[in-house]
């Protein structure tokens, strides 16, 4: 039996107990594969603060997947402000990775890793790179990732004979619909949180997501000449 990828997210808050989150994915399909809370809050319900693109019905989802899986995080920072200094330690069965930040930006990258891996039908194509996680990436980091992933995802797509797309306006919406989803969850924590860290992680995830699709074109500009051994022959 194949066991799960396991993603162990540890942060230290200055004058405060670790808080350990082990993340586990099913390694063919990436899906989050930890119990759900027993008894979730009313803001974890799918027609509260729902997408307007979403295309879940509460019938069938009664619960936001989003939502749902970020219940314990909000629980248990509850009583940390945004810039409040803390220690990121993340460790992979490949390496591990520490370094010092706010409490936003460690618990944004979790909710990225978490964002891409719990369902959400708008941001299950950041999969490949939830496999491949970069905790605290850059905005240049993310956009080469991205791309990266977008253009071997045109690969398989031609590889499959289906029709490929290399313009990168497809990668350009699905950071879009992700935005969407972003502005509702930080809607569902402000009705769930006492404290802002939480919300303000989501609101600095909207930023790197909103960038993204404007940022593109230039900074992929801006590394050509790291390609040029490709082109010159």
């Known amino acids: 039996m194949t066991h799960p990828i396991a993603i162990e997210y540890r942060i230290t808050p200055v004058d405060a107990p670790t808080e350990v989150f082990n993340l586990l994915l099913d390694p063919h399909t990436l899906n989050l594969v930890n119990e759900v809370p027993d008894d979730p809050p009313a803001w974890t319900e799918l027609a509260f603060h729902q997408c307007?693109?979403?295309?879940?019905?509460?019938?069938?989802?009664?619960?936001?997947?989003?939502?749902?899986?970020l219940v314990d995080i909000v629980r248990r920072f509850k009583g940390l402000s945004s810039f409040d200094k803390t220690l990121l330690t993340v460790i992979t069965d490949e390496r591990v990775i520490s370094q010092k930040t706010?409490?936003?930006?460690?618990?944004?990258?979790?909710?990225?890793?978490?964002?891409?891996?719990?369902?959400?039908?708008?941001?299950?194509?950041?999969?490949?790179m939830a496999r491949f996680h970069l905790p605290l990436a850059s905005e240049a980091e993310t956009i080469y990732r991205a791309s990266s992933?977008?253009?071997?995802?045109?690969?398989?797509?031609?590889?499959?004979?289906?029709?490929p797309?290399?313009?990168?306006?497809?990668?350009?919406?699905?950071?879009?619909?992700?935005g969407i989803v972003n502005f509702t969850i930080?809607?569902?924590?402000?009705?769930?949180?006492?404290?802002?860290?939480?919300?303000?992680?989501?609101?600095?995830?909207?930023?790197?997501?909103?960038?993204?699709?404007?940022?593109?074109?230039?900074?992929?500009?801006?590394?050509?000449?790291l390609f040029a051994p490709y082109c010159d022959k």
């Open 52 to 69: 307007h693109h979403c295309p879940l019905v509460p019938s069938q989802s009664p619960r936001c997947p989003l939502a749902l899986r």
């Open 102 to 128: 706010t409490a936003q930006r460690a618990i944004s990258s979790l909710i990225g890793l978490i964002s891409a891996t719990c369902g959400c039908p708008h941001t299950i194509y950041f999969r490949p």
């Open 149 to 163: 992933m977008y253009m071997l995802a045109q690969y398989f797509r031609q590889n499959a004979d289906q029709s």
């Open 165 to 178: 797309e290399f313009n990168l306006q497809g990668l350009k919406q699905i950071y879009a619909n992700t």
């Open 186 to 225: 930080a809607q569902r924590l402000r009705a769930a949180s006492d404290t802002d860290s939480a919300v303000n992680a989501i609101v600095l995830l909207d930023m790197f997501v909103k960038t993204v699709p404007y940022a593109i074109e230039e900074s992929l500009e801006g590394i050509r000449n």
